[in-house]
C-alpha cells in the first residue's frame, strides 16, 4: 500500500481547511425562491443581518434594485454563491424607483455564479416557478421571482398607507 507524503496531505488539509468554514457558514436562500413571498420579506431580513448592502449598488430603469453581499457574508442559492441580491417592492422605502416602469408591484432574486442550463436544472428540482435567465453566458445566471404567483394567488400588494387613505 502506497502512503502520500505529509507535505501532500498537509498542503491537502490546508485547502479543504479552507473551503470547509465558507461552505459551512454560508447562508442558503433557495428556500425563499420558491415566489411565494414579497421583495420586502425578502430583503429585509438580508438587510437587517448585514448579509447585503443596505444600499443598492445598481437600480435599473424597470427599478429591480442590485445589492451587493457584504464581505463574508456568504450567500449561496441552490449551492451556487450569490453574486447580487435583487428586488423591488412599490411603496417601500427600502427599494430605490427606476426612471422607467417598475416591473411589478413586488419582484426578487438573485445572480449566482454559475451557468444557466445547472441553475436552471436545480431551481427545478427544488419545485420553484422562478424565472432563470443567463446574464453572462457560462458564468453568471439570475434566479427572479417576478411577483406574479403572488398576483395571481394573494391579489394585488398593498401597503398600509394605501389602505387608510
Not at 45 to 53: F, H, T
Amino acid at each position: 500500500m502506497k502512503t502520500a507524503p505529509l507535505a501532500t496531505l498537509t498542503a491537502f488539509a490546508a485547502v479543504v481547511g479552507g473551503l470547509l468554514p465558507s461552505l459551512c457558514g454560508a447562508t442558503p436562500l433557495e428556500s425563499q425562491l420558491d415566489c411565494k413571498s414579497s421583495a420586502h420579506r425578502f430583503i429585509a431580513p438580508l438587510v437587517a443581518d448585514k448579509s447585503i448592502d443596505a444600499r443598492p449598488m445598481r437600480v435599473e430603469a424597470n427599478s429591480v434594485n442590485a445589492f451587493k453581499p457584504t464581505q463574508g457574508s456568504e450567500l449561496t442559492a441552490y449551492g451556487f454563491r450569490v453574486y447580487a441580491v435583487l428586488g423591488y417592492e412599490h411603496g417601500d422605502d427600502m427599494f430605490k424607483r427606476g426612471s422607467g416602469q417598475p416591473i411589478n408591484d413586488s419582484a426578487y432574486g438573485v445572480v449566482v455564479l454559475a451557468a444557466s442550463e445547472t441553475v436552471e436544472e436545480k431551481v427545478r428540482e427544488a419545485g420553484s416557478t422562478a424565472v432563470v435567465k443567463q446574464i453572462v453566458p457560462m458564468l453568471m445566471t439570475a434566479v427572479f421571482c417576478d411577483g406574479s404567483a403572488l398576483r395571481n394567488t394573494a391579489g394585488p400588494v398593498t401597503t398600509e398607507a394605501s389602505r387608510n387613505r
